[in-house]
């Protein structure tokens, strides 16, 4: 396929204003689906079952098998639409929306379409530069998920080339809430950094709500995101596309980015935008066409025959909006002030949505210093490199233990660093890697004292500029005994001993 031509950013512009809107899904962790007993897998305890073992004939639409709403799921989305700003509907009711894809084993989704649990809400985000938008919430719905597709043959893993495809129904009929944005005005140059931190603070919302696990990289957390230009100075909105389930903070900004500066050049030619799905592609930065995108209509929804309105009693939403945590702009400010971070530290955190990370860590027993330190540097670098994000690397309860380490002495930072290695790469805990690799720090002076007598043997020059109070020519000493403990010495230790030789 050609690579599609790009306007200079900053050229489109000045000549077109770009529009956004986001459809965010979160999966919910019930113990169950959304309306079958069958286990669901978005809850980290079924996490990883084998295809097609987490289903039932409601699952399947096996013919006679009968939906059952999930009510934690129902008070799970009643939970996020009040954190959303939302009211919430006296009466709801789902329905049927029909389109036939294999991974939808009934040919309908049941879904809300009309009458929502949740509408009319807002939601504060503040970027890198200090700007703060009231992103405006049209709706949060509750529905079920589909299945997965997985196509088999061909070199790019889509169904375009593949010689077959798998279809595991494990993930269908998992509870979802969608939430939908209304068209977003004047974000202007920072509509793909306002994309990514709306949806990074969702999932904090979703995560301080305790309902989802809310990992983009497993799915749990997906975002379509929504982009249209229309030329300065007029009103009608342009033609939209949607690029479908881009699944990390970095893809999404890189996404509408990149949307806006393709259509830029297109609309510039005298061309027009043709409304469809599109794909984000990772390895190359771009999409790629998907489908022409429907409208309601295309759709042809009705009222789920099977499945009664969603009616919540005034006293179950007053009980659930009474323990609903902090705002997310609200924690920042509070959060910031506790851990004693500067304004450009605590911007590095919120910036690399690492956030609800350190705070975790934090919570584990790290010193917030500690956390912000190997969240937002090493394990950063890392996710940079594997172009992925820092969240889906490790674990909090992992950078608190490795921090543990360091503190301890056993690990210096540059141990550190090869442990943590070790833990992207699934080796296990850090306390198991320092064994299995044996990398903890050499505590043994004996064996410091041994190395450094060898050196200082091996450059009798540098002794005599230490006996002569030149204590920086240690350093030499110092690196040749860190070389031969292969790095597994306290430098500090070293230094100390050192100098203790040297005049001894």
């Not at 169950?32 to 286990?39: Q, V």
């Amino acid at each position: 396929m050609a690579r599609a031509e790009l306007m200079d950013y900053d050229k489109a512009l000045e000549l077109f204003e770009p529009v956004i809107g986001l459809e965010v899904h979160v999966e919910l962790n019930t113990t169950t689906k959304m309306f079958s007993p069958a286990p669901n897998p978005a809850n980290s305890a079924f996490h990883g079952a084998e295809p097609n073992t987490l289903v039932t004939p409601v699952c399947l639409g096996l013919p006679g098998s009968l939906p059952v709403v999930n009510g934690a799921a129902v008070r799970s989305s009643i939970s996020l639409g009040l954190a959303l700003g939302c009211t919430i509907a006296e009466s709801s009711r789902f329905a049927r929306k029909n389109y036939f894809y294999p991974d939808l084993a009934k040919n309908y989704q049941i879904s809300q379409y009309d009458e929502p649990i949740a509408y009319e809400g807002s939601v504060e985000v503040e970027l890198a530069n200090g700007r703060v938008f009231q992103v405006p919430i049209e709706r949060a719905h509750m529905e079920e998920d589909a299945g997965k597709l997985t196509h088999v043959g061909g070199s790019t893993g889509r169904i375009q080339g593949a010689e077959y495809s798998l279809v595991d129904y494990n993930r269908a009929g998992v509870p979802l809430v969608e939430i939908v944005t209304k068209p977003i005005f004047g974000a202007e140059a920072d509509a793909p950094e306002l994309a990514k931190a709306y949806v990074s603070t969702i999932r904090d919302i979703a995560l301080s709500l305790g309902i989802s696990e809310a990992r983009m990289e497993r799915g749990n957390l997906r975002c379509d995101a929504n982009v249209s230009l229309r030329p300065r100075g007029t009103e009608p909105l342009g033609t939209r596309t949607e690029t479908k389930n881009v699944n990390s903070f970095r893809s999404i900004e890189r996404a509408v980015r990149y949307e806006i500066q393709r259509q830029a050049a297109i609309l510039a030619k005298g061309g027009t935008i043709t409304q469809e799905t599109r794909h984000w592609h990772e390895d190359t930065g771009t999409t790629s066409p998907g489908r022409p995108k429907s409208d309601a209509d295309d759709y042809r929804y009705f009222p789920e025959p099977d499945l009664l309105p969603v009616e919540p009693s005034r006293e179950l939403i007053e009980e659930l909006r009474a323990v609903l945590p902090e705002p997310p702009a609200a924690r920042r400010r509070r959060l910031k002030g506790e851990w004693g971070f500067t304004d450009l530290e605590f911007q590095d955190v919120v910036n690399g949505g690492l956030l609800v990370e350190v705070t975790l860590t934090v919570a584990a027993g790290a010193t917030p210093a500690a956390a912000r330190k190997w969240w937002t540097g090493e394990l950063t670098r890392l996710a940079n490199a594997g172009q992925t994000d820092a969240a889906s690397l490790a674990t909090p309860e992992q950078v608190a233990e490795l921090a543990a380490l360091v503190g301890e002495g056993v690990l210096t930072d540059r141990l550190a660093r090869q442990v943590l290695e070790g833990v992207v790469a699934g080796e296990g805990s850090p306390r198991e890697i320092v064994e299995a690799r044996g990398l903890a720090v050499v505590s043994d002076d004996g064996a410091l004292v041994a190395a450094i007598d060898e050196a200082l043997a091996s450059q009798p020059d540098v002794l005599a500029k230490i006996r002569d109070g030149k204590v920086q020519a240690a350093g030499a000493v110092i690196g040749a005994v860190m070389k031969a403990m292969h790095g597994k010495a306290d430098a500090a230790r070293v230094r100390e001993l050192v100098l203790e030789r040297a005049q001894g």
